[in-house]
């Protein structure tokens, strides 16, 4: 499925995050002046990012069919046609209104091309309805949903003027370059491009493919890097705004680097970055994930830290040159089913059978693994990306639209469509620096030769190649 060509660049909610994300002047003098700067455009950021009907605000995500449906958390009865059109049939009690008007009978919205949409007024809550993927996107905005409730905020690396990188613009505008989204593995998206950004870091030069008009306030590059690899940052996609300097040069402000909102909410439809925009390189700049702290922030226990002859960014680079399947760790909580992404899996001992993963001291989930002790390791598959990024993610309803059932071995969650799983019951549990490591005894296995795996290498996902040996 694919949308229409858009010269401006996602929604409204991400056009403001790439707006807030754009460069200011550098206060050059005070490097106190810089981080004031920094500190008040976040708090900008954080600011619509918790708007009454910001991108938290939304609550759920109904892909509208030909036949007519109703569904539980909207009024109505809704359906889509083609080329864009939707039918809505409303009464006076359901209270929707467009622009003041009360909406009532059969009423006839858009047509809404590529990410076209409009937002309908219902009392405190609005909905929304939007052209994603080729596809009309129902979602309902409530300002007292779960996802903005309980936001706690989300932290960022401290502000640094080295990542204020002038880069040399080149001129190759595309129509139409597509480009992988949150809303499902066959739900691309087009976006125009006008060029490419290129710049160094550390001696090496790299590349990032621009999105938006050439001059234009929307002009940004939707990226990730090798932070992702290890949690720091969200792994799916960062935005990052770009200015244009003159007609060869464009800043790139990376401390102003920020979270798409499928970082936040599983009802989120943004796109992830085109292939040529996953960079081998750490951009330790901008926002962290969702729940993530730096190393340090929270205090860790343990074996003392001893002197060594390379830093944290060249540790955390060589281990990314390291390729790994995925997984998602799941359990039992007080409150339902719990889940975490995680590449810190192993197999340990066939006789007898063991597994083993690590667990960071700061997870959310740390305490539903320790308390339950029944785990299942699944094995994401190829289209499961999606799945990846949202287990990922701290503070929002990681099990939004995902189908699991539990296992036969322990009871614990088991998701569907994955290459395979381990169930089994914690062990021991052995003290790691910042994380600690879980020694899990196997109870079943399940594995779907049919299924390819989703493979992670510095920073972006890949897929399998296959030679004749």
Known sequence: MTTAVQATVGTPAEQAAVSAAAP????AASASGFAQAHAEWHAGVEAGRTAPHGPLSVTALHWLGSAPQRYPDVPGEWSAHPEGLVTAVLTADDGVSRDGVPLTGSVELGPFRGIEGLVLDWGEKKIDV???????ALRPRDPLGKDRTEYTGTATFPPDENWVVTARFEPAARTGVEVASAAGADATQHYDSPGTAEFEIDGSTYRLTLFGEAHGPDLR???????????????????????????????IDFNRTTNPPCAYSASATCPFPPPENRLPVRIEAGELRPGASLPGDAGTTGPAASAVAFDER???????????????????????PVGFTCQSFYSVSIDPPLISFSIARTSQSLAAVRE???????????????????????GTDKWAGVDWHPSEANGAPTLNGVTGWVAGEIDREIEAGDHLIFLVRVLGISTDPTREPLLFYRGAYRGLIEYEI
Not at 376 to 391: H, I, P, T
């Open 24 to 27: 200011a002047p550098v206060d």
């Open 130 to 136: 939007a052209a994603r993927s080729g596809r009309i």
């Open 221 to 251: 590059a939707i990226f990730a890097d090798a932070t992702g690899a290890d949690g720091l940052t969200f792994p799916a996609a960062r935005f990052v705004g770009v200015t244009r300097t003159n007609e060869d040069v464009v800043t």
């Open 314 to 336: 060249e540790y955390r680079n060589a281990m990314g040159g390291f390729a790994s399947g995925v997984t998602v760790i799941t359990t039992h909580g007080a409150d339902g």
């Open 372 to 394: 339950h002790g029944q785990v299942v390791v699944n094995f994401l598959s190829a289209d499961q990306q999606r799945l990846s990024g949202q287990f990922a993610r701290s």
